[in-house]
């Protein structure tokens, strides 16, 4: 992350890559890097907050998400209040 602040604050230059191809490839290097690193914290909110809910269904299979965002029980599909 830190490597790609700098970047961004010297600018993408051709005295620094070269060329635009070289320039183009490191952006998409940096664009592909942040959003792989904001997946996994959006991912890790999910499950942070899943793990705080539960179903008292018997069967206890655990919770995830659906669609729209919302908490339900995998057993019995209901959905959970937050």
């Known amino acids: 992350m830190e490597d ?3 970047r961004v604050e010297i600018g993408y230059t051709m005295a620094v890559y070269g ?3 070289s320039i183009h490839e490191q952006m ?3 664009i592909v890097s942040l ?3 904001n997946e996994a914290l959006r991912l890790h909110d999910v499950v942070g907050r899943s793990e705080q ?4 269904c018997p069967q206890g299979k655990g919770v995830d998400i659906d669609e729209d965002g919302f908490p339900y029980c995998i057993d019995c599909q209901k959905n ?3």
Do not use: G, P, Q, S
């Not at 809910?53 to 008292?56: I, Q």
């Open 4 to 6: 790609v602040k700098r």
């Open 19 to 21: 060329t635009r191809e």
């Open 28 to 30: 998409l290097k940096d």
């Open 35 to 37: 959003l792989e690193e």
């Open 53 to 56: 809910l539960f179903c008292d």
């Open 80 to 82: 959970i209040a937050k």
